[in-house]
T-cell receptor, first 116, second 116 residues
Framework: KQEVTQIPAALSVPEGENLVLNCSFT??????LQWFRQDPGKGLTSLLL?????REQTSGRLNASLDKSSGRSTLYIAASQPGDSATYLC???????????????FGPGTSLSVIP | ETGVTQSPTHLIKTRGQQVTLRCSSQ?????VSWYQQALGQGPQFIFQ???????GRGNFPPRFSGLQFPNYSSELNVNALELDDSALYLCASSLAGLAGGRNEQFFGPGTRLTVL
C-alpha cells in the first residue's frame, strides 16, 4: 500500500531564504508525482508535475526533483517571499499505466510561513 | 479555457441528511476524481469517474456515491451524513487515455461541508 510522507510538517523562514521541502513515498511504481500549493480554506494549485521518467522540473523559483529508486522528491524554493506562505502538498499517482485510473495519494503537507 | 468549478462553496447539514455536491470539469477533460480533505490532512481519494462510469474507488463506504454526465460534469452524493463527513470536498479533472498524456489533475476550489 502506497504511503506518502512529508517532512517537515511546518517550517518558518525569513524572507529571502532558499528552502527545501521533502516528500517520501513507499512504492516506487508511480506514474507521476505532483506538487501542489494550498492556501488556507482554498483548493489546490498545481505547481509542478514530474513524470516517472523525468528527474526534475523547474518553474520560476521552484525546482522539483524525483528519485524513484529511493522513493523521494524535493521541492526547492529559491529566494522565498511572504507570498509563498501556504501549505505544500506532494501527491503520487499510483500504478504504472497512463490508462489505469488516476488514484492519487497525497502526503499530509508542509505548512510554510515566510516572515517579512 | 474554463477551469474546474464546484458548487456550492459552503454547505451546512445535520446528521442523517443527504447532500449533493457538483463539479464541472475543465474544458476538454474526460475524467473527474473526488477527494475528501479533513482539517489539517492531505486529501483522501474517494473515487474517479471516466466516461460516465466509476473507474476506481478509495476506502469510502457505499453511502458515498457519484455520477458523471455526458458533458463530463459530476456529482458527489453522500447519504446518512455523519459528523466525521465534515471536510473540504475537492474535485479534480484530467484527460485520460491520451497516448503520452500527462494525466495532470486540475483541482476546483472545493466545497466546505459542515455536518452538525
Amino acid at each position: 500500500k502506497q504511503e506518502v510522507t512529508q517532512i517537515p510538517a511546518a517550517l518558518s523562514v525569513p524572507e529571502g531564504e532558499n528552502l527545501v521541502l521533502n516528500c517520501s513515498f513507499t512504492d516506487s511504481a508511480i506514474y507521476n508525482l505532483q506538487w501542489f500549493r494550498q492556501d488556507p480554506g482554498k483548493g489546490l494549485t498545481s505547481l509542478l508535475l514530474i513524470q516517472s521518467s523525468q528527474r526534475e522540473q523547474t518553474s520560476g523559483r521552484l525546482n522539483a526533483s524525483l528519485d524513484k529508486s529511493s522513493g523521494r522528491s524535493t521541492l526547492y524554493i529559491a529566494a522565498s517571499q511572504p507570498g509563498d506562505s501556504a501549505t505544500y502538498l506532494c501527491a503520487v499517482r499510483d500504478g504504472g499505466t497512463k490508462t489505469s485510473y488516476d488514484k492519487v495519494i497525497f502526503g499530509p503537507g508542509t505548512s510554510l510561513s515566510v516572515i517579512p | 479555457e474554463t477551469g474546474v468549478t464546484q458548487s456550492p462553496t459552503h454547505l451546512i447539514k445535520t446528521r442523517g441528511q443527504q447532500v449533493t455536491l457538483r463539479c464541472s470539469s475543465q474544458s476538454g477533460h474526460n475524467t473527474v476524481s473526488w477527494y475528501q480533505q479533513a482539517l489539517g490532512q492531505g486529501p483522501q481519494f474517494i473515487f474517479q469517474y471516466y466516461r460516465e462510469e466509476e473507474n476506481g474507488r478509495g476506502n469510502f463506504p457505499p453511502r458515498f456515491s457519484g455520477l458523471q454526465f455526458p458533458n463530463y460534469s459530476s456529482e458527489l452524493n453522500v447519504n446518512a451524513l455523519e459528523l466525521d463527513d465534515s471536510a473540504l470536498y475537492l474535485c479534480a479533472s484530467s484527460l485520460a487515455g491520451l497516448a503520452g498524456g500527462r494525466n495532470e489533475q486540475f483541482f476546483g476550489p472545493g466545497t466546505r461541508l459542515t455536518v452538525l
